[in-house]
């Protein structure tokens, strides 16, 4: 498996699901922060939910979608790959919370 992160690698598109979430904001709030290994390279990151961010953050691309509607994911994965250039990770943070 690659890292997302390597000395001399490429940057990566990163499409974080459910990124507006508990876990997803603290994902992309320890990248900008800490400087951590989604952004030490400078990957350009893009968040997938059916809620806005918390959060505004002009830097995360924000996608509205219902990730349990097959025809709602397909297209906001095709707008998430035009805004990216492509799409190489794509990390799962999406829970279901009554």
Not at 57 to 74: G, V, W
Request: one cysteine or more.
């Amino acid at each position: 498996m690659e890292r997302l992160y390597s000395p001399g690698k490429e940057y990566k598109n990163i499409v974080v699901t459910g990124g507006s979430g508990f876990i997803g904001q603290q994902l992309f709030r320890a990248g900008q922060i800490m400087n951590d290994i989604c952004y030490q390279g400078g990957h350009r990151m893009l968040n997938i939910d059916l809620a806005p961010p918390r959060e505004k953050n002009d830097e995360i691309r924000y996608i509205k979608a219902d990730l349990s509607d097959p025809e709602d994911t397909a297209r906001a994965f095709r707008e998430a790959h035009e805004k990216l250039g492509g799409i190489d990770a794509i990390l799962n943070m999406v829970a279901v919370v009554s």
